[in-house]
């Protein structure tokens, strides 16, 4: 059984930064790609930021140049460093990641349970 927990949410003042994290565990032969999603109320869910195992990431124009995506292979953890936060960054943080849970088997797509975040102005 393969889990993703993300923590690091919590309450922020506009301009102030939060870490997110999103940890794999469970039966993992690898990780390919992993994103961030982000959900506000009312809103569909987006994509914030991904990346692949060879590091490669791409950013939602709205986050550019404030967020970061990094992973750590070695603990299969995933990170969004989110700086100059602003109130239209609130919303719920999920992570996602493409698993092979053991050798053979076929990538499933797996999500977290997602990490509120708070920006107040």
């Known amino acids: 059984q393969v889990q993703l927990v993300e923590s690091g949410g919590g309450l922020v003042q506009a301009g102030g930064s939060l870490r997110l994290s999103c940890a794999a565990s469970?039966?993992?032969?690898?990780?390919?790609?992993m994103a961030w999603y982000r959900q506000a109320p009312g809103k569909q869910r987006e994509l914030v930021a991904a990346?692949?195992?060879?590091?490669?990431?791409n950013y939602a124009d709205s986050v550019k140049e404030r967020f970061t995506i990094s992973r750590d292979n070695a603990k299969n953890t995933m990170y969004l460093q989110m700086n100059s936060l602003k109130p239209e960054d609130t919303a719920v943080y999920y992570c996602?990641?493409?698993?092979?849970?053991?050798?053979?088997?076929?990538?499933?797509?797996?999500w977290g349970q997602g990490t509120q975040v708070t920006v107040s102005s």
């Open positions: 996602n990641a493409v698993i092979v849970p053991t050798v053979g088997a076929v990538r499933t797509l797996y």
């Open positions: 469970g039966r993992i032969f690898s990780i390919s790609y």
């Open positions: 990346v692949t195992s060879a590091d490669s990431a």
